[in-house]
DNA sequence: ATCTTGTGTTAGCGTCGCCAACACCACAGG
DNA sequence: CCTGTGGTGTTGGCGACGCTAACACAAGAT
């Protein structure tokens, strides 16, 4: 038989995966874990409490489940599996993910910061591959309020937002936006622009020939 | 006086700007309306009834404000303003907000509808000036979920998300996004790559000289 | 005059979260 | 050996909650 807390937390990770935090009452929780009324109290100081720690475990397997997502040697598209990894999570566990992100009064789950500091460093590699052109915290506050917005969205209107391609193109709009490449050949452009602004400069200074800055460019391109 | 269930409407309403929904209770309501005890069960089945109806309320004031926005030739920058005035709804009124947004359970609030309603208006004005790349729908889910996203982390993390920094950098994404242009100059970029494009066949096939070709673009776009 | 509709009043039901008080038991220190 | 001492279970109850039954009353419609 494990510690009375244990029991409790157990029985609480249970009940969530079927009601929501309001509906579950202290003494189902009781009832389930074998144990009397008041020791919710003491343990937790009360009902909130006790969820907030819940709140935290939730954080807990969340992170985990997230670290288990390879590395591999591009951070944007990490950062991309580590979004539908996140959406994943909150359809699967709806009610704890709604206690996870929509805390009412205090205490507020406090592990909030701990799933930024893990975007933070995911987006820190981003910035050393030269892929950001945004402030590694402002683009990690971005991504987390899209992503949460999403799920938030799917979980309370399901019939308005049930179909993940909402969450693709969020997705793909904010980490385009955060690393500065347009959607769709938006990049592309901009590296042809200036790509063909410095074979025409070379060209009319007759330096060199535009088939020549072109195939160079284009060898370039296809390098990297 | 007036009658009792615009009493108790406007009590409700009156308490939900320093109170959440939770926090209120059916007591606290039926005494500053001055109303009986059995009446909000009467007129609303019960407190979720009035409260799913306070949150129709909030999106009608909701909607009523943002019809008020200017309607300008552009649309896109309409939807832009639209957003920020969602923003701004959401930090005046967050009880409320949250009501609207995280209903818990049945009924829910049947306006966010026509939230979208008003915002698929903007939009199909948007693809009629072509500058859409995406189903009007599809564009107004993404738009939605990120914006209620933003408001969301914002009134519950205010430590974290307390800038509006977060929101402009979600906005400008998602619209980015959705009008396929990219966010900052990616669109000058590939008109200047066309632009570029055109003049130098031109030029390479003798046909007009690259310096008229710039010129005619540039006048062009400073027309428009 | 009667009926309907909306309203106010009283009393009470069952449940909720929480707490005080006490009893029990295992385990370390004297 | 006792003796705390801390963790645990039990009982009973407090005040507040949402909600409902039952009845009374007034005004307008029929």
Avoid at 35 to 64: N, Y
Avoid at 103 to 128: I, T, Y
Avoid at 162 to 188: I, N, P, Y
């Amino acid at each position: 038989m494990s510690t009375a807390r244990e029991r409790i937390l157990a029985a609480t990770t249970e009940l969530i995966a079927s009601q929501s935090a309001e509906e579950i009452s202290t003494r189902s929780i009781c009832a389930k874990a074998q144990v009397g009324a008041p020791e919710i109290s003491r343990q937790f100081g009360g009902k909130r409490g006790l969820m907030a720690v819940v709140a935290d475990r939730g954080f807990e397997r969340f992170l985990a489940s997230k670290r288990k997502n390879p590395r591999t040697e591009d951070p944007v598209a990490d950062v991309r599996t580590a979004w539908d990894s996140h959406v994943r999570f909150a359809l699967e566990n709806p009610h704890l993910y709604r206690l996870m992100f929509t805390p009412d009064g205090e205490p507020k789950p406090q592990a909030v910061k701990e799933a930024q500091a893990l975007l933070l460093g995911v987006l820190g590699r981003c910035e050393a591959a030269g892929r950001l052109v945004l402030a590694p915290a402002v683009a990690g506050q971005a991504i987390l309020a899209a992503n949460v917005g999403v799920c938030l969205m799917m979980l309370s209107f399901p019939e308005l937002f049930g179909d993940l391609a909402v969450s693709e193109v969020v997705r793909d709009a904010v980490l385009g936006k955060v690393t500065g490449q347009a959607q769709e050949g938006g990049g592309a452009g901009q590296a042809a622009a200036a790509v063909l602004a410095r074979a025409l400069v070379g060209a009319l200074s007759g330096t060199v020939t535009v088939e020549d800055e072109v195939v160079q460019a284009l060898s370039r391109s296809l390098d990297s």
